[in-house]
C-alpha cells in the first residue's frame, strides 16, 4: 500500500532563509508526485508536480522539489523564504494502480520576522 | 478560467438539522473529489466520483452521510441528521481523468453543528 511521511508538523524558520520541508513515500510502483499549499481559510493549490523526467522539479512561488527514487523522497525548497509564504503544506502521491491521492499530514511552515 | 465552486463558505446549524453542501467542478473536469479536513484526522478523501458515478464510498464516516453528483456541472454533499462531530471545512475538488493531472479545489465549506 502506498503511503506518505511529512517528517515535521512545523517548521519555524526566519524570513529570508531556506528551509526544505521533507517528504517521503512508500509505493512499489511508478508514481506521480505533487505538493500542495494551503493558505489560511482556503482551499489547497498545486505547487508543482513531478510526473516523469527531470528529478529537479521547478513551482509556483519560487519553490522547488527534487525527486529522489532511491530515498523514495520528495523533499520541497525554497531559497529564501518570505512572510507571505506562511501556510500549510502537504504532499501527495498516486500511482498507475490508484486514482486516489495518498496525502501526507502536512507541514505548518511559519515564518519569524 | 472559473474554478472549483463551494457553496455555502460557511454553515452553522444545530444539531439534528439536514445540511447540503454544493460543488460546482471545473468545467470539462470528470473526476470530481469530496473531503473533510480536521484538525485531529487531517484531510480524509471521503468519495470520489468519475463521469458522475460514484467510484469509492468508502471513506464516507455513516450512513448519516451522502453524495450524489445529477450531472457534470453539479454535486451535493448531504448529512442528515448533523452531528457536531462532523464539524469541518469539507472541500470539493476535480480533476481531468488522467493520473498525471493534479486535483483542483474549491474553498472549501467551514461547517459548525451546535
Known amino acids: 500500500a502506498q503511503s506518505v511521511t511529512q517528517l515535521d508538523s512545523q517548521v519555524p524558520v526566519f524570513e529570508e532563509a531556506p528551509v526544505e520541508l521533507r517528504c517521503n513515500y512508500s509505493?512499489?510502483?511508478?508514481?506521480?508526485l505533487f505538493w500542495y499549499v494551503q493558505y489560511p481559510n482556503q482551499g489547497l493549490q498545486l505547487l508543482l508536480k513531478y510526473l516523469s523526467g527531470s528529478t529537479l522539479v521547478k513551482g509556483i512561488n519560487g519553490f522547488e522539489a527534487e525527486f529522489n527514487k532511491s530515498q523514495t523522497s520528495f523533499h520541497l525548497r525554497k531559497p529564501s523564504v518570505h512572510i507571505s509564504d506562511t501556510a500549510e503544506y502537504f504532499c501527495a502521491v498516486r500511482s498507475d494502480s490508484n486514482y486516489q491521492l495518498i496525502w501526507g499530514a502536512g507541514t505548518k511552515l511559519i515564518i519569524k520576522p | 478560467d472559473a474554478g472549483v465552486i463551494q457553496s455555502p463558505r460557511h454553515e452553522v446549524t444545530e444539531m439534528g438539522q439536514e445540511v447540503t453542501l454544493r460543488c460546482k467542478p471545473i468545467?470539462?473536469?470528470?473526476?470530481l473529489f469530496w473531503y473533510r479536513q480536521t484538525m485531529m484526522r487531517g484531510l480524509e478523501l471521503l468519495i470520489y466520483f468519475n463521469n458522475n458515478v460514484p467510484i469509492d464510498d468508502s471513506g464516507m464516516p455513516e450512513d448519516r452521510f451522502s453524495a450524489k453528483m445529477p450531472n457534470a456541472s453539479f454535486s451535493t454533499l448531504k448529512i442528515q441528521p448533523s452531528e457536531p462531530r462532523d464539524s469541518a471545512v469539507y472541500f470539493c475538488a476535480s480533476s481531468l481523468g488522467t493520473h498525471n493531472q493534479p486535483q483542483h479545489f474549491g474553498d472549501g465549506t467551514r461547517l459548525s453543528i451546535l
Open positions: 468545467s470539462g473536469h470528470d473526476y
Open positions: 509505493s512499489s510502483v511508478s508514481v506521480y
